[in-house]
């Protein structure tokens, strides 16, 4: 209030100047997306195959005739082949490739149904691995947890062809997009102020009505932003577009045989390591005959690749998860440094483009899926809705992203608080027995402390919502009877 008091009083022109300048982009004219216009995906993931699936679906209901030609880096062989046959994503899509209830609940509502090939594990309980004791959490009569692959690893699983991304693609492919193989090299926004891509292998560049980029952080896993080439793109014609900060993460793979003492439905969350190896969040999740693992804490923030082996070699070591792996054996059949984004992209849409997806903002944490398919169907929705020009953005898109980016603030402060109060045994000790006699005491719709914890593993309710759970009166008293 005192840097606007001072800039009324010092600056009254340039104040007006700016106020003008605002008023007259409020009042500017729309630009809507006319029948027959071209939109072109970049990224085949879930944002892509989300935002094509919607967009299409919604543009049959209003009668208005659009295509969309989505671009994917990565080979999709034989798509639309049968079952059983080479038809896969070639490569990993480096997730650790959980569907949450939510995630679940929206797949349903838009009637799409995975084939059971598909599915990798239908999770029934979500066990918490404490400093002291285990707490274990029934996954809710009705909800669902489901583990899936995101691409054709890893390599030693049959059914290649039957993961999330390719199925998602391919029910885009039925909503009537078109996918073709190819890898972006340049946008620009040509003479007549459509965006211009240029594409490797491309007879020539391809002029979009609207462009929206769905290819996430992982260009090459690992890779700095500063160092994506797309993003350099996007900052050359997105004036003040600034990627989303970003972390490491290690994922990789075993065999799961006979060495995992969980349930094959069981997944863990681990939120300690050891002196030596520094990690804030970990998660084994069961996947037929594979395990995939991911870590992420300060060992892994600062480690190369070389690295990657000795720290599945001291995790594995670690005496709480030898209970769990107690005859693993190192026999990765994966092993990635994927980054993941913990932060939000600043000034992600212009005229006639977007970002969607890990590309402008993730769920801390969790549910990167959900995260995409909201950001992409309202990105959908504004376009058919309200204008494909930078204030329509603005007004129906940029304003969930900010939710989001808000929301994250409250998940930063309970993962902390989380850390704090899981990797000390005292601490660990009163939130077990405090759980405990909250079951033996409360009917199961009565139990706060266990609704918490259940929403904050399950990823089942903003961060917001259980930030204020969390300092509710009869949870604090639970704690400290």
Same mark, same amino acid.
């Given at each position: 209030?005192?840097?606007?008091?001072?800039?009324?009083?010092?600056?009254?022109?340039?104040?007006?100047?700016?106020?003008?300048?605002?008023?007259? @982009?409020?009042?500017?004219? #729309?630009?809507?997306?006319?029948? /027959?216009? %071209?939109?072109?995906?970049? +990224?085949? !993931?879930?944002?892509?195959?989300?935002?094509?699936?919607?967009? $299409?679906?919604?543009?049959?209901?209003?009668?208005?005739?659009?295509?969309?030609?989505i671009?994917?880096k990565?080979?999709?062989?034989?798509?639309?082949?049968?079952? %059983?046959?080479?038809?896969?994503?070639?490569?990993?899509?480096?997730?650790?490739?959980?569907?949450?209830?939510?995630?679940? =609940?929206?797949?349903? %509502? $838009?009637?799409?149904?995975?084939?059971? =090939?598909?599915?990798?594990?239908?999770?029934?309980?979500?066990?918490?691995?404490?400093?002291?004791?285990?707490? @274990?959490?029934?996954?809710?009569?009705?909800?669902k947890?489901?583990?899936?692959?995101?691409?054709?690893?890893?390599?030693?699983?049959?059914?290649?062809?039957? %993961?999330f991304?390719?199925?998602?693609?391919?029910?885009?492919?039925?909503?009537?997009?078109?996918?073709?193989?190819?890898?972006?090299?340049?946008?620009?926004? @040509?003479?007549?102020?459509?965006?211009?891509?240029?594409?490797?292998?491309?007879?020539?560049?391809?002029?979009? =009505?609207?462009?929206?980029?769905? /290819?996430?952080?992982?260009?090459?896993? +690992?890779?700095?932003? *500063?160092?994506? *080439?797309?993003?350099?793109?996007?900052?050359?014609?997105?004036?003040?577009?600034?990627?989303?900060?970003?972390?490491?993460?290690?994922?990789?793979?075993?065999?799961?045989?006979?060495?995992? #003492?969980?349930?094959?439905d069981?997944?863990? &969350?681990?939120? &300690? !390591? @050891?002196?030596?190896?520094?990690?804030?969040?970990?998660?084994?999740?069961? *996947?037929?005959?594979?395990?995939?693992?991911?870590?992420?804490?300060?060992?892994?923030?600062?480690?190369?690749?070389?690295?990657?082996?000795?720290?599945?070699?001291?995790?594995?070591?670690?005496?709480?998860?030898?209970?769990?792996?107690p005859?693993?054996?190192?026999?990765?059949?994966?092993?990635?440094?994927?980054?993941?984004?913990?932060?939000?992209?600043?000034?992600?849409?212009?005229?006639?483009?977007?970002?969607?997806?890990?590309?402008?903002?993730? #769920?801390?944490?969790?549910?990167?899926?959900?995260?995409?398919?909201?950001?992409?169907?309202?990105?959908?929705?504004?376009?058919?809705?309200?204008?494909i020009?930078?204030?329509? $953005?603005?007004?129906?898109?940029?304003?969930?992203?900010?939710?989001?980016?808000?929301?994250?603030?409250?998940?930063?402060?309970?993962?902390?608080?989380?850390?704090?109060?899981?990797?000390?045994?005292?601490?660990? #000790?009163?939130?077990?027995?405090?759980?405990?006699?909250?079951?033996?005491?409360?009917?199961?719709?009565?139990?706060?402390?266990?609704?918490?914890?259940? *929403?904050?593993?399950?990823?089942?309710?903003m961060?917001r919502?259980?930030?204020?759970?969390?300092?509710?009166?009869?949870?604090?008293?639970?704690?400290?009877?």
């Open positions: 209030l005192s840097s606007l008091i001072h800039a009324l009083v010092s600056h009254p022109e340039a104040v007006f100047v700016s106020v003008k300048k605002w008023y007259l @982009s409020l009042s500017a004219p #729309r630009m809507q997306l006319e029948d /027959g216009a %071209n939109i072109v995906v970049i +990224g085949g !993931g879930p944002a892509g195959s989300f935002f094509a699936i919607n967009l $299409l679906r919604k543009a049959k209901k209003i009668n208005k005739k659009v295509t969309v030609t671009i994917e990565k080979k999709e062989i034989n798509l639309g082949a049968p079952k %059983n046959s080479s038809a896969h994503r070639e490569g990993c899509n480096f997730c650790a490739g959980l569907l949450s209830p939510k995630m679940c =609940d929206i797949l349903d %509502n $838009l009637g799409i149904v995975l084939p059971d =090939d598909v599915i990798q594990g239908r999770v029934s309980q979500v066990t918490v691995d404490m400093e002291w004791k285990m707490l @274990s959490f029934l996954v809710p009569l009705g909800r947890i489901i583990s899936v692959f995101r691409g054709a690893r890893p390599e030693a699983r049959e059914l290649k062809d039957a %993961n991304d390719s199925f998602m693609l391919e029910e885009a492919i039925k909503e009537g997009a078109e996918v073709i193989t190819g890898e972006v090299q340049d946008i620009k926004y @040509s003479e007549t102020g459509k965006p211009l891509i240029t594409c490797k292998g491309a007879e020539k560049d391809v002029e979009a =009505d609207f462009v929206v980029f769905a /290819g996430g952080v992982n260009l090459i896993p +690992g890779q700095q932003t *500063k160092d994506n *080439k797309n993003f350099g793109a996007f900052k050359k014609i997105l004036p003040g577009f600034r990627p989303p900060s970003i972390r490491k993460a290690l994922i990789f793979e075993l065999k799961a045989g006979n060495e995992f #003492r969980g349930e094959k069981e997944i863990h &969350y681990i939120l &300690y !390591g @050891s002196n030596d190896l520094k990690l804030e969040f970990v998660s084994i999740i069961p *996947k037929g005959d594979f395990i995939t693992i991911v870590l992420i804490g300060p060992t892994i923030d600062s480690s190369v690749p070389r690295d990657n082996l000795g720290i599945i070699k001291k995790f594995l070591a670690l005496p709480h998860i030898k209970q769990l792996l005859n693993a054996e190192l026999k990765s059949v994966c092993i990635c440094n994927p980054s993941i984004v913990t932060g939000s992209a600043e000034n992600p849409s212009g005229d006639r483009i977007a970002l969607v997806g890990d590309a402008v903002i993730s #769920r801390l944490y969790k549910d990167g899926i959900w995260t995409a398919y909201l950001t992409a169907s309202v990105l959908s929705d504004t376009i058919l809705d309200i204008g020009d930078s204030n329509s $953005l603005k007004e129906g898109y940029r304003k969930v992203i900010r939710q989001l980016k808000i929301d994250n603030w409250f998940g930063h402060i309970i993962f902390m608080l989380n850390k704090f109060m899981f990797s000390h045994s005292i601490l660990s #000790r009163i939130i077990y027995q405090a759980v405990l006699t909250e079951r033996k005491s409360e009917t199961k719709g009565a139990r706060r402390l266990e609704d918490i914890f259940w *929403k904050i593993i399950s990823g089942d309710d961060y919502n259980i930030f204020i759970s969390m300092f509710h009166p009869i949870a604090i008293w639970s704690l400290v009877i």
